[in-house]
């Protein structure tokens, strides 16, 4: 006997409505990119606005957050949270995590926006330590492989962001200029430059048409491992060089490291190429730049290393989430098409990285740097948005086939 037809119709559209939570769940990067893109464009829009006397307050320290935390750390837990699970061959995320980690990346980007840094920060602490439980339970627990041996550096990122944040909270903290700078460098750089390192190592092989880079042997995978060790010691060092005033060492460890990290992981040989491959080598050279140069000229060093936040970090996450985009639409040859469209949108990137360090140099010029490269980032990453406005809701046909057996 079958349901009458009004009943069954409402059935399939909750199943629907079920298969599209768990779709989602298991692609957690859909809602974080598009998530962190809104906000860096609301995170630079500040600067217009305060200069315009339309912000009743200094948006340094807000814009900086919200350019680290709900800019880069929703592309970290979006990225993660999508590939951390497949690495493991473990379990993906469930809507109920997901729904969990999207609401505290938004309590924390709305909590800076209204000045209440302690509740952003605490909102960020607390959503990169569920998504580390999330991968590390998966891990323990559920996984097939072991992950690639190069995703240590991606969790001393997360480590680094959760004790970067936490120090901010401590009223001693405010207090000490080198515990204060200690803290800045663990959440704005070393939430970051480790996961790039270590997940560069393993995608941009990908990105430039070869293979992943996960070793195919035990003793490529020891290897890796001791490599990724030794990076990530070194990395948490130099912060700490730095912080405690070993400025030029700290500078030369991390520009070194650098340097010679992917360039030894990484078989940088171009079996396909594209503008987007274009894109990923000029990230790569204005993070190292921005990495090294500002040891040259300390007192200016916030504005030079806009060239690493800017050209090498914001740059390379959106190439990155490009072939995210492009491979989980099902469109994975389109990543390597020339376009004078996304040149275009590179040469934004870069014009916005120069634009914003060049007034380390012409001091005069500061506010009107800021000014325009506030404009043209707002403008990238709008067009950003715009160009993969539906690869953000294009499912791949096999994950469609997929759930839709799984449903049967």
């Not at 061959?89 to 980690?101: S, V």
């Not at 070194?234 to 360039?263: D, H, K, M, N, W």
């Amino acid at each position: 006997m079958s349901f009458p037809a009004c009943k069954h119709k409402k059935h399939k559209a909750k199943g629907s409505r079920r298969d599209g939570l768990r779709w989602l769940a298991e692609e957690p990067y859909r809602l974080f990119f598009a998530s962190g893109a809104l906000w860096s464009i609301i995170g630079v829009a500040l600067w217009p606005l305060f200069y315009a006397q339309q912000l009743g307050f200094y948006p340094n320290f807000v814009h900086a957050r919200l350019m680290i935390e709900a800019f880069g750390g929703a592309f970290v837990v979006g990225f993660l949270g999508t590939a951390g699970p497949r690495m493991a061959t473990a379990p993906k995320l469930t809507p109920l995590e997901l729904f969990w980690l999207f609401a505290l990346h938004q309590a924390s980007a709305i909590s800076h926006l209204r000045l209440q840094h302690t509740w952003g920060d605490g909102f960020f602490i607390a959503l990169l330590v569920s998504l580390l439980l999330c991968l590390v339970i998966r891990v323990v627990k559920f996984r097939k492989e072991a992950p690639p041996p190069q995703m240590l550096l991606a969790l001393t990122g997360l480590a680094c962001g959760i004790a970067g944040a936490s120090m901010l909270l401590s009223p001693a903290t405010l207090m000490d200029l080198q515990r204060l700078r200690l803290a800045h460098l663990l959440l704005y750089q070393g939430l970051l430059l480790p996961p790039v390192l270590g997940i560069g190592s393993f995608v941009f092989p990908r990105m430039l048409g070869g293979e992943f880079g996960d070793p195919k042997t035990a003793a490529q995978s020891k290897t890796k491992l001791l490599r990724a060790i030794v990076a990530a010691l070194l990395l948490v060092s130099s912060f700490f060089f730095e912080a405690y005033g070993q400025v030029t060492l700290g500078y030369a460890v991390r520009a070194i490291v650098a340097a010679s990290y992917l360039p030894i992981e990484v078989q940088w040989k171009t079996q396909q190429a594209g503008s987007l491959t274009t894109g990923l080598f000029w990230a790569l050279g204005l993070g190292l730049i921005g990495i090294a140069l500002p040891a040259f000229n300390y007192p200016q060093h916030v504005s030079i290393e806009h060239l690493l936040y800017i050209g090498g970090f914001g740059l390379l996450i959106l190439v990155v989430a490009s072939r995210v985009l492009f491979g989980h639409s099902g469109d994975l040859d389109g990543f390597f098409v020339k376009s004078k469209w996304v040149r275009f949108l590179v040469f934004l990137a870069v014009l916005t990285a120069a634009t914003r360090a060049a007034s380390a140099w012409v001091l005069s010029t500061t506010v009107s740097h800021q000014i325009y490269a506030a404009i043209t980032w707002a403008l990238l990453v709008l067009s950003w948005l715009l160009w993969h406005r539906r690869r953000f809701v294009k499912r791949n046909e096999e994950d469609q086939h997929r759930l839709a057996t799984e449903a049967r």
